[in-house]
């Protein structure tokens, strides 16, 4: 098991929080399955920039990005050479510190 420690986050964990996650897991799965409520408009499809995060301790270990990711990443508010969106970062057996940005850009929308 990894641990994940999440930073203090005003919105999300003010006091931070420290995670429990399974090789192979998703980020934004483990997050969710422990009330933290990452946004993720796109519903983990790599269509948007919501669930943005910043890896602050383990970057290398994650299974590395794509070219679908890279690209939404361009997008995304507040972004750092350690930035991954969390419904596509895959953890390895790596502990963790990442940082949920305080905004997000929400770029999905819907036409009627």
């Known amino acids: 098991m990894s641990k994940i420690i999440i930073l203090p986050n ?3 964990c003010p006091s931070g929080v420290v995670l429990e996650a399974k090789p192979s897991e998703l ?3 483990v997050a969710l399955r422990y009330g933290i ?3 993720h408009a796109c519903e983990k499809s790599c269509a948007c920039t919501t669930c943005h995060v910043i890896i602050h301790e383990g970057f290398d270990s994650l299974e590395p990005s794509d070219e679908l990711e890279d690209d939404m990443l361009d997008k995304a508010w507040g972004l750092d050479p350690q930035s991954r969106l969390s419904c596509q ?3 390895l057996d790596v502990d963790l510190v990442i940082e949920i940005p305080k905004y997000t850009l929400n770029h999905i929308s819907e036409r009627y």
């Open 37 to 39: 409520d990452i946004e």
């Open 89 to 91: 970062a895959k953890i």
């Open 10 to 12: 005003e919105k999300f």
């Open 27 to 29: 980020l934004l799965d």
